[in-house]
């Protein structure tokens, strides 16, 4: 996708310049590197810094303004703003560097260094009402939470509106995922345009990815929700700062209020991440550090691993002379695919059950037989649920599931995140972690961060993925070349990749049964190593891979990495990414319909003399998308490697020590 960077004849905005030290009403936190500064003043009705009047935030990233002057504050029910008019009383500070260990992840272990700042402030009077500013410093971004203290005058949280705005300093490109409202499963496409062509009614999904010109790149979303409705962005129109401001979901009890709860009470954190390449919000694990540890005192039974699945193919006729369908057969089929290639798991989906009455399976499939003969060949199950059937039988469930052996539910078809749907997720990987059951959502909301909470909760949805290639085109090499970049900053998809009926763009079409995909089949073997998923469910039928060279990648590549790095690339266009676990490195290039050829060099490696299996596409590739050439040769890190993708085309490897 070749896109018109950079955004030239804008002049940045000059209203609102940083403050100085020592002005009052103004309190100042920055990185541990000294680049990133996010300050919190009170603005009088004069417009300057004042020790009281509506509370506002900036950002500014090596020694440029970044997010100019924008205001904070609550709308509760039946009283003005809470920020509107208040002065700080006091402002502590606090620096905190750990690392800490997680069950699955993009790197292992992961460094949490920031330096805190906690603003408690007041309003006017005895009876005036107290808020708290929480907000950390990173190195990566900036985040900042409300806290609304237990006291007389706000025993509840009842919030209509947040007005937490995002004012850039300059237009910028926007990379969006524009929604048709609240209730949504998140499933769209990408648009890149400036800042201020975004109409203001629309509703955009987050992570919202911008490109500031000349200052760095920005990815605004969230982390830690629990107990309040998601987050939106609309575009704000008010002033001359290209700005957004949050919007959220209605609860859908009382649709006039968005959030309802007891003081004291907590916002989700409000996330910037912040890079000078694109590349580097893709490997930050700010996400997670804004979540509370783990808090499972066992996890020796979460295994992150590929699954074998029956949904996508759909009805095919295989080899051995039978139909695929919902039935015991299929699934022992799938189960010794599984086992012969080195797989963990097979998913069963949706109509082994009823929708809601999830505790008898049909006649059709023995699930206990499937379950049997699937743990004689060392696989693991997981089993599909609508969610309301999992609502309805939560406890009988998950308690029936576990007597049986099952591994792991996918849920589905959840699609809201108002502050009830929020807590219900929380409560079912919490059930499902009583149980030793996994879990991946689908029909779902944004991830943000629950699974260092919760590592049983591996990966989620979320994402427009390679299930639309059964009805639509919208699945192909510009759109997967958007998601790292876009979607996965906020944490694991899962895109169920894998397809291996690759076809020219001329020859598409879609079919719901045994579909096709655009894209080389080089490409669609780096989204193993580009795409981040604990559980990779590997989406086409067995006798699509059987007697294929090039599925010894997907055999052999790890879904759990030890270490991430982005090497090149920019959204939507191009990628190239290395991923480490142990010994071994992993790296994955994708195109989109622009041919391209890369020099990498191996520097990142340890020194000695390496084994590099290479995966690249054909010399016949823009014609063949099937063509891929397998080769080997000797690197170290003093090696660059010439990567030569097709149109829509990619390259992987596999680099072992010699």
């Not at 009283?79 to 006091?90: N, Q």
């Not at 943000?448 to 390679?466: Q, S």
């Not at 096709?516 to 469910?537: I, Q």
Request: with cysteine; aromatic share 10%.
């Amino acid at each position: 996708m070749q896109v018109h960077r950079p955004i030239v004849g804008l002049a940045m905005c000059t209203c609102c310049p940083l403050f100085l030290p020592g002005q009052p009403g103004v309190e100042r936190l920055s990185s541990p590197n000294g680049l990133i500064e996010i300050a919190f003043m009170t603005i009088g009705q004069g417009g300057a810094a004042a020790d009281a009047g509506q509370l506002h935030y900036q950002v500014s990233y090596r020694g440029k303004s970044l997010i100019t002057r924008s205001a904070l504050g609550l709308q509760l029910e039946g009283r003005p703003a809470l920020g509107s008019a208040v002065r700080i009383v006091s402002a502590q500070r606090a620096s905190h560097d750990e690392t800490y260990t997680v069950v699955h992840g993009k790197s292992n272990p992961v460094r949490n260094r920031y330096n805190g700042l906690r603003l408690e402030l007041a309003e006017a009077g005895p009876a005036g009402r107290q808020l708290v500013i929480e907000a950390r410093a990173y190195d990566d971004g900036v985040a900042f939470r409300y806290v609304v203290p237990k006291q007389p005058a706000a025993p509840l949280f009842a919030l209509v509106a947040e007005n937490t705005e995002f004012r850039l300093v300059t237009d910028s490109f926007a990379y969006a995922l524009y929604l048709r409202g609240f209730r949504t499963s998140y499933e769209d496409d990408y648009t890149i345009e400036p800042a201020s062509g975004i109409e203001p009614d629309r509703l955009i999904g987050l992570p919202l990815l911008l490109e500031v010109p000349g200052v760095a790149w920005v990815a605004i979303t969230e982390a830690h929700l629990e107990n309040y409705a998601g987050m939106y962005l609309r575009r704000d129109v008010r002033g001359s700062a290209t700005g957004f401001r949050v919007d959220l979901p209605p609860n859908p009890e009382q649709p006039n209020l968005k959030v309802f709860a007891a003081t004291p009470h907590q916002s989700p954190w409000r996330v910037i991440m912040i890079a000078d390449h694109p590349g580097r919000l893709i490997e930050s694990n700010l996400i997670i550090n804004l979540n509370p540890p783990n808090e499972l005192a066992d996890t020796s039974w979460i295994k992150p691993g590929k699954a074998a699945w029956d949904w996508w193919f759909g009805r095919v006729q295989t080899p051995e002379g039978f139909t695929t369908g919902m039935d015991t057969r299929t699934f022992k089929h799938l189960v010794d695919f599984a086992a012969e290639s080195g797989f963990d798991y097979v998913l069963v989906d949706e109509g082994w059950s009823d929708r809601v009455e999830i505790l008898q399976p049909k006649s059709e499939v023995d699930i206990q037989e499937i379950i049997r003969y699937a743990s004689s060949k060392g696989i693991g199950i997981w089993l599909w649920l609508h969610w309301t059937g999992v609502d309805k039988y939560l406890d009988q469930a998950f308690a029936l599931y576990q007597k049986w052996g099952v591994r792991g539910v996918k849920i589905d078809f959840m699609d809201r995140d108002d502050q009830w749907m929020v807590n219900w997720y929380r409560k079912v990987v919490r059930k499902a972690a009583e149980h030793r059951l996994m879990v991946n959502f689908h029909g779902a909301y944004k991830p943000c961060g629950m699974r260092r909470t919760l590592p049983n909760l591996l990966t989620r949805e979320g994402v427009l993925g390679l299930e639309y290639t059964k009805w639509s085109a919208r699945v192909n090499p510009e759109h997967n070349l958007m998601l790292p970049f876009t979607r996965m900053l906020a944490g694991p998809m899962d895109y169920t990749p894998g397809g291996f009926d690759n076809v020219p763009k001329a020859e598409f079409r879609p079919r719901f049964h045994d579909p096709v995909v655009l894209g080389t089949r080089a490409h669609h073997l780096a989204t193993f190593v580009v795409y981040e998923s604990p559980l990779m469910v590997v989406c086409d039928h067995p006798s699509a891979y059987r007697g294929e060279p090039a599925f010894q990648f997907i055999r052999d590549v790890p879904t759990n990495w030890d270490e991430t790095r982005v090497l090149d690339g920019q959204p939507g266009d191009y990628i190239v990414l290395a991923r480490r676990r142990g010994r071994e490195w992993y790296l994955g290039a994708m195109t989109d319909w622009t041919p391209r050829t890369l020099e990498i060099k191996l520097d990142f490696l340890e020194p000695g003399n390496y084994v590099a299996t290479v995966y690249a596409d054909g010399p016949d590739a823009a014609d063949n998308p099937k063509s891929v050439t397998i080769t080997r040769q000797v690197v170290s890190p003093q090696s660059a490697v010439k990567i030569v993708m097709a149109p829509g085309g990619g390259w992987t490897a596999r680099i072992q020590p010699k």
